[in-house]
């Protein structure tokens, strides 16, 4: 038995200023055939699970290539079709092949092809047949399109955000993938159109108990192979965007169809409730100002690099220096021109610098003003659990008693780290300023007196009925109150 495994991944916001090309494919994941390290990133577990099964099993599997670049902007036409083309022939090379298993994300969008996906599964089903079974795993801020559908046998999504699950789901994909070619079961795609768009945390409720819920369907119920949740992502202006339940039978395509409008429905009617409270720029400073002890961490949630931003926003350091603010600091602002600027004055200099808010309308101004380079690092790193995550040389500036990370590779705020490699402890300051949704928890809980989620400016298109979408769905929840008619 001959298997073929690849992975063609990235999310793109396609409001993001920061193009994708080549170069950043290979900044992030570029695996050659056989050459993907041990251990997996978020969309290529496929490749190191696939690796694993075929030791235990004895069948062979046949790497083409893995990857990925970190989310961002439009992707390059000819990168794409580069990408795209060179894993086409190298399953081309492999065949006679019994299936093809691939790690996708589901929300890239190229110059010219809205429908990724559905353009290289329908190119893969094409070279393969219509006999040869075809899946992926995918990543649930996605679109899940009728293109796609038809031209694969069946998906896995990624169930917890943040996205813990991933090689969990990797084995999921893989059972059901090893169980249908020993023609055990055969599994079906039913879907259900939530026709609506929201953000899923399932850290919190109401998703972390209809997540459990989904999972214990799974492990009672015989004829359900799988149920995904397709959060949708809010970003990406495509004709197909929004939220979907997709239930994988064996064999039961009416239970699978009624089960999924039984779900797609519970979540519609929580619609609104699923993500954290939030604070605006002036809450948040206000509030942290105010709190007896620090550090007040404030999450400047939507500038997330993590979420395809530039993350140059300004909005709340603006508001910090208008209310004063001593004792903060904040990690980090992206400016490569202010990098390097701060670069050639040296450690110790004081300098006219301006920096910030240049990439997009909605984060802010840039901030003008006499800077102190207090510390400069090339090729900056902080922890991201057991390994690092680069953001590339780095300044230390300081303006008006508050300290400023400036950055030259775009990364979220992991790790409370970030601030000790540029010569401020983090425990030491009143309040933190930081650029994430979400993955900062862990780690800055640990150090944080209170943790505020900020929403400040419009560096995302956080507000699905106010962003100006032109080939998203505009008859969907929350563009319009009743999208399904229900009484
Ligand atoms: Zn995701």
Same mark, same amino acid.
């Given at each position: ?36 390290? +041990? ?110 559908? !038809?031209? *694969? ?15 969990? =789901?990797?084995?999921?994909?893989? =059972? ?12 079906? /795609? ?9 953000? @899923? ?59 999924? =409008? +039984?779900?797609?429905? +519970? ?8 993500? /954290? ?5 002036? %809450? ?33 350091? *603006?508001?910090?220096?208008? %209310?004063?603010?001593?004792?903060? *600091?904040? #990690?980090?602002?992206?400016?490569? /021109? ?44 902080? =922890?991201?659990? +057991?390994?690092?995550?680069?953001? #590339? ?18 990364? %979220? ?8 490699? /540029? ?18 928890? *862990?780690?800055?809980?640990?150090? !944080?007196?209170?943790?505020? @989620? ?5 560096? @995302? ?7 100006? @979408? ?18």
């Amino acid at each position: 038995m001959r298997i073929f495994t690849a992975v063609l991944a990235t999310e793109t916001n396609t409001f993001s200023p920061i193009c994708v090309d080549r170069r950043a494919f290979e900044a992030s994941l570029y695996a050659p055939p056989g050459e993907h390290p +041990e251990t997996p990133t978020l969309c290529s577990a496929p490749i190191t699970v696939g690796r694993r099964l075929a030791a235990e099993k004895g069948f062979e599997l046949i790497e083409g290539t893995a990857t990925w670049a970190d989310p961002a902007g439009l992707v390059n036409r000819l990168t794409y079709e580069g990408l795209r083309d060179e894993i086409l022939d190298q399953l081309r090379a492999a065949l006679p092949v019994d299936a093809v298993v691939l790690g996708l994300h589901g929300a890239m969008v190229a110059d010219g092809y809205e429908d990724t996906e559905g353009d290289f599964l329908t190119r893969v089903r094409n070279i393969v047949g219509p006999d040869i079974l075809v899946c992926a795993e995918l990543d649930p801020h996605s679109h899940l399109t009728a293109k796609r559908r !038809a031209a *694969a046998d069946f998906f896995v999504y990624f169930k917890e955000f943040p996205h813990t699950d991933f090689v969990d =789901r990797a084995e999921d994909l893989w =059972r059901i993938a090893l169980d249908t070619l020993a023609e055990r079961i055969k599994p079906v /795609m039913s879907v259900f159109d939530c026709r609506m768009i929201d953000v @899923y945390p399932t850290s919190r409720d109401p998703m972390r108990s209809f997540v459990d819920k989904i999972m214990r369907i799974e492990a009672e119920d015989p004829d359900i192979l799988s149920i995904s949740v397709i959060h949708g992502f809010m970003a990406g202006d495509v004709p197909e965007m929004g939220t979907k339940v997709l239930v994988v039978t064996d064999g039961k395509p009416e239970k699978g169809t009624a089960l999924a =409008r +039984e779900l797609g429905l +519970e979540l519609f009617s929580k619609r609104g409730t699923f993500i /954290m409270p939030q604070i605006d720029e002036k %809450q948040a400073v206000s509030r942290a100002l105010a709190a007896a002890v620090g550090p007040v961490v404030i999450a400047d949630v939507w500038d997330n690099p993590g979420g395809g931003t530039a993350g140059d926003a300004t909005v709340l350091l *603006a508001e910090l220096l208008a %209310q004063g603010a001593q004792d903060t *600091a904040v #990690g980090t602002i992206w400016d490569p /021109m202010a990098v390097q600027i701060c670069m050639a004055a040296g450690e110790g200099a004081e300098i006219q610098l301006r920096f910030g808010a240049k990439s997009a309308p909605g984060t802010g101004n840039p901030i003008d003003g006499i800077v102190k380079v207090v510390k400069l690092v090339r090729n900056a790193e902080m =922890r991201f659990g +057991e390994s690092y995550a680069p953001f #590339g040389d780095a300044a230390h500036i300081r303006l008006d008693g508050i300290e400023i990370i400036l950055n030259t590779t775009r990364a %979220q705020s992991f790790d409370p780290s970030l601030f000790s490699v /540029m010569g401020i402890d983090p425990t030491s300051k009143k309040i933190l300023v930081i650029k994430s949704t979400n993955h900062f928890y *862990a780690s800055f809980a640990v150090i !944080a007196a209170e943790i505020l @989620y900020c929403s400040a400016g419009t560096p @995302y298109p956080n507000n699905p009925a106010r962003t100006p @979408y032109r080939r998203a769905p505009r008859d969907i929840w929350p563009m319009v109150d009743n999208p399904h008619g229900l009484p």
